[in-house]
């Protein structure tokens, strides 16, 4: 606030002086000019009535109150005070108006107004530095869930951007450069509040000073960032950065995973999605055959480095500026893929897979379109970099679209709003495929045509009353206990729990005998309506007690203390009351 007062009385310092001396000149001058009162004798105006008359005078108002007339001399002095000061009042309007324009008043005005936002957050939020289109996906997905966000960009268009989104919560936003610490901490990097900053820019360089400076300023924070080198990333995990992105290298895993294991494929799909979706039908990209992948930049590399040394898929690669991106461990073909002839010493009559994958949309969907005139039955991989394109990229149909912006948003939506989904896809991976088919077969039947939902919940402190009560008693609650319906615990709730964490240890769908606690975190999927029903379960002893032993307890005080004096009444007593 002190610099934007400084700021003003600094560019508005001429036009106040200048008002200043031609209101002392018009004040001094009709004190000094004498004049005449009605009777003749000598008459000038006081310092107040004068002061009274100039106010009006400059201002045009037009008033005409003094005790007497003025004389002649006075009226000339009047007349030039008249010019003097409404010039004088012009170039301070003019003045006025040119620092409501200046840039940098309206900057700091703007950063004033930031900090007080981010100021007024008293609840956990993310600092999110760039608003692209990773930073936007995420910030939306952020504010679905209710969680609060505050934005850094250097683009004013993304921020104005941002501004007009219908977003349900409030995001402050500000351009500035996230590389300057002054910027992270005036949008609250070392608040006690800031739970994580999330650097999502199209800069490794500025991604890395970013986590850098969070790590220095907020070590307590969890920083979560985008890379798609590996020499940042290795640099970025040099001083504990907490999780790092690469959109390639995941991609280049997921295609791996959906070769060996198609239906855990399709659940990691349907995982990242948003609520309200139904599981996705399972992708099957052929194992066996050439695979021609046009484009060995940063994302041909790192599938060619999965594919050809873990798979071992025998590989082509098109690339049409080998000397720039550096030659592949094995065949290659100079080309842009976007002619049928380059395609062709490709092998693409021979070829079952494809992947257009440069740096280049256009290209991208000329080359799909080119190859399945040459091959029909090819199964087509295609990189869409830009989102205004989407629409093009649907048309193209092709079996599999990367965006590496959303691939990298998905992963950090998942990560925290489920954070236990990590270690259930982990696991999953050890199994063998036939047992994500199976886990995909028991949700869909589940939930029947309804989409499922995934939620993830720590079981807290108003569960324990309950559950000592039922101590004393001899009974422990268990998993199966939570899938009951408390309405009537002989209906199981339409609910699969996927993951229990006990005590730091993860258990990949647990046997439902086992004890439910307090302190548990589980991660479940099923049916909307069920998630309410458990909060209940968990949240109220007497529900808790029926789930577990069959006994409806007494609600109210009269039915309380009758149970108290007669509990043989109540005692040992199955389903209703």
């Known amino acids: 606030m002190d610099s934007i007062i400084f700021l003003i009385l600094r560019r508005m310092r001429a036009p106040l ?43 045009t108002i037009g008033f005409g109150e003094l005790p007497q007339g003025f004389s002649d001399a006075q009226r000339i002095w009047v007349t030039l005070c008249i010019y003097a000061t409404v010039s ?63 934005v850094l960009d250097n683009n004013p268009e993304r921020i104005d951007l941002l501004k007009l989104e219908s977003l349900r919560e409030f995001v402050p936003a500000l351009r500035a450069d996230v590389r300057r610490p002054d ?92 609520r309200g979706t139904m599981l996705p039908e399972p992708i099957y990209p052929p194992a066996d055959g050439l695979w021609i992948i046009c484009g060995y930049g940063r994302f041909g590399k790192a599938l060619h480095a999965r594919l050809a040394e873990q798979e071992g898929v025998e590989l082509m690669v ?101 954070p236990l989904l990590n270690e259930f896809v982990s696991g999953a991976g050890r199994e063998p495929d036939r047992w994500s088919c199976e886990l995909i077969s028991r949700i869909i039947a589940l939930v029947e045509t309804k989409p499922p939902i995934l939620w993830e919940f720590r079981v807290g402190a108003r569960f324990a009353p309950g559950a000592r009560t039922l101590a004393g008693q001899g009974r422990e609650p268990t998993l199966a206990d939570l899938l009951r319906d408390p309405r009537d615990r002989a209906q199981a709730l339409p609910a699969i729990i996927l993951v229990q964490q006990v005590a730091g240890e993860h258990r990949l769908l647990p046997s439902l005998e086992r004890p439910l606690r307090a302190g548990d ?30 006994v409806k307890l007494p609600r109210g005080l009269v039915w309380r203390w009758l149970r108290q004096r007669w509990p043989s009444l109540w005692g040992g007593v199955e389903g209703e009351r």
Not at 246 to 255: E, G, K, V
């Open 17 to 59: 002086l200048t008002l200043i001396v031609l209101y002392s000149i018009a004040i001094i001058g009709l004190m000094l000019i004498p004049g005449r009162d009605a009777d003749g004798n000598p008459w000038s105006p006081s310092f107040f009535h004068a002061f009274y008359f100039v106010s009006y005078m400059s201002t």
């Open 88 to 150: 004088g009042w012009l170039y301070s309007v003019g003045a006025i108006i040119a620092l409501l324009q200046d840039k940098a008043l309206r900057r700091t005005i703007e950063e004033h107004r930031f900090g007080a936002h981010v100021r007024a957050i008293n609840e956990a939020f993310y600092l999110v530095c760039g608003y692209g289109q990773t930073g936007s996906g995420l910030v939306r997905a952020l504010t679905e869930r209710g969680q609060r966000a505050v």
């Open 521 to 550: 975190r589980l991660l479940l999927c099923g049916h909307p309506g069920a998630r309410d029903w458990m909060h209940w379960t968990l949240n109220n002893p007497d529900v808790l007690t029926y789930v577990v032993t069959g």
């Open 318 to 418: 098109v690339e049409m500026q080998p000397e720039r991106t550096g030659l592949p461990p094995g065949p290659l073909i100079k080309g842009r893929g976007t002619e049928a002839v380059t395609l062709e010493q490709a092998d693409i009559h021979r070829a079952v897979g494809l992947v257009a994958g440069t740096d280049n949309d256009a290209n991208n969907l000329s080359i799909i379109m080119t190859a399945k005139e040459l091959n029909p039955n090819l199964f087509t991989v295609v990189r869409e970099n830009q989102l205004i394109n989407e629409e093009l990229f649907k048309a193209i149909a092709a079996d599999i679209l990367m965006h590496p912006s959303l691939i990298v948003a998905q992963r950090i939506r998942t990560l925290l709003s489920a």
């Open 183 to 274: 910027s992270l901490l005036l949008a609250g990097l070392r608040s006690p509040f800031c739970a994580g900053v999330l650097a999502l820019t199209s800069s490794n360089e500025v991604n890395l000073k970013v986590a850098l400076a969070a790590k220095l300023m907020h070590p307590d924070a969890k920083v979560i960032c985008r890379a798609d080198s590996h020499d940042i990333e290795a640099n970025m995990a040099s001083f504990g950065t907490d999780h790092i992105y690469d959109p390639f290298d995941i991609f280049a895993r997921y295609l791996s995973t959906a070769i060996d294991s198609p239906c855990l494929t399709a659940l990691q799909d349907w995982f990242g999605q948003l």
